[in-house]
């Protein structure tokens, strides 16, 4: 049965008249005439029965139904553009993942050690885009995900198969000025220094001050910031302590930018997990790079 599908040109014409919300615009970019840009997209109308933009005095506006479809095809010609441009960079070959990553563990982590992956499958090439919470793997083209969460938080993802990786475990680190004269802070010192909180774990502060035994401490006040990298930034700069997993802070520690502010470090459920949808289980280079991250986790352990 022949696909109902607008032509490719049309739906490129469409994706740049309807991101910048005007013909010329969008002929300029695409090195064609304003009339070719406007039958293009006349066309697509034409095609679809529906009206996607309304033409005014400025110029045109999306409809509602045009920049919902407008999304769709923006995503869908990106996916089309990165799968093309893999297929030109491994000449027809395969072997590619695109993995999902939150964004410090896969700079400060896995970034690191893709060099090692690399020798040891030189024909696989792994692609990485950030994603910070669970999404589903049917709506997107990624392989694989690597996520932090607990158990619980992965009981969720549905139709997925979690691979822990490594515990996250945190300590406070800060900047050595902030410990002056003191070698380690007690857990009460700590609380009377300004915390710095990570925005998507609201309440680690209160986790690790209950596993050294101290309550009421205001626990949930200080700058908030969304990435651990971010937190390693402010908190090498004398803003304040933070708690991060060393196995993130590594440079830091190394080049004493930061130091153990106190060494009590809080072992949550949170791991570090290769997150395989179902439908994903047996693929060879996905296989491949498991094995090789598997053995990397327990490397880090030892």
């Known amino acids: ?31 064609l005439t304003q009339s070719a840009v406007h039958r293009q997209v006349s066309s697509l109308e034409a095609f679809l029965g529906v009206k996607l933009f ?3 005095r400025r110029g045109v506006l999306l409809t509602e139904a045009g920049a919902n479809y407008g999304r769709l ?26 993995l999902a990553a939150v964004p410090s563990f896969a700079t400060r982590w896995l970034i690191p050690r893709l060099p090692e992956f690399r020798r040891h499958c030189p024909d696989i090439v ?18 694989a995900a690597l996520y932090a969460g607990s158990p619980a938080d992965l009981t969720n993802w549905a139709g997925t198969v979690a ?6 475990i945190v300590v406070p680190v800060c900047a050595p000025a ?25 309440y680690v502060w209160r986790a690790w001050f209950e596993s050294v035994g101290l309550r009421g401490v205001r626990d949930t006040d200080g700058p908030r910031f969304d990435l ?22 590594e440079g830091e520690l190394a080049r ?3 130091v153990v502010a106190c060494q009590r470090p809080y072992h949550g459920e949170r791991f570090f997990h290769l997150v395989i949808p179902e439908r994903k289980a047996g693929h060879p280079a996905l296989e491949r790079f498991r094995q090789w991250i598997v053995q990397a986790g327990q490397q880090q352990q030892r």
Do not use: W, Y
């Open 1 to 31: 049965m022949r696909r109902k599908i607008p032509s490719t040109q049309a739906l490129v014409c469409f994706e740049a008249t309807a991101r910048h919300e005007s013909f010329t615009k969008a002929a300029v970019e695409l090195v």
């Open 54 to 56: 309304r033409r005014t």
């Open 73 to 98: 095809v923006a995503r869908r010609l990106d996916a089309v553009e990165r799968d093309t441009l893999a297929v030109m960079s491994r000449q027809g070959a395969g072997g590619s993942l695109e």
């Open 126 to 143: 792994v692609n990485i885009e950030t994603r910070t919470r669970p999404f589903l793997f049917a709506d997107s083209d990624f392989d």
């Open 163 to 168: 691979v822990p990786l490594l515990p996250e």
């Open 178 to 202: 902030l410990l002056g004269t003191r070698k380690r802070l007690s857990p009460a010192q700590v609380a009377q220094l300004p915390l710095l909180q990570q925005s998507t774990r609201p």
């Open 228 to 249: 651990f990298s971010m937190l390693a930034m402010a908190a090498s700069h004398g803003m304040g302590v933070a708690l991060a997993p060393p196995l993130l802070i």
């Open 256 to 258: 004493g930018e930061l």
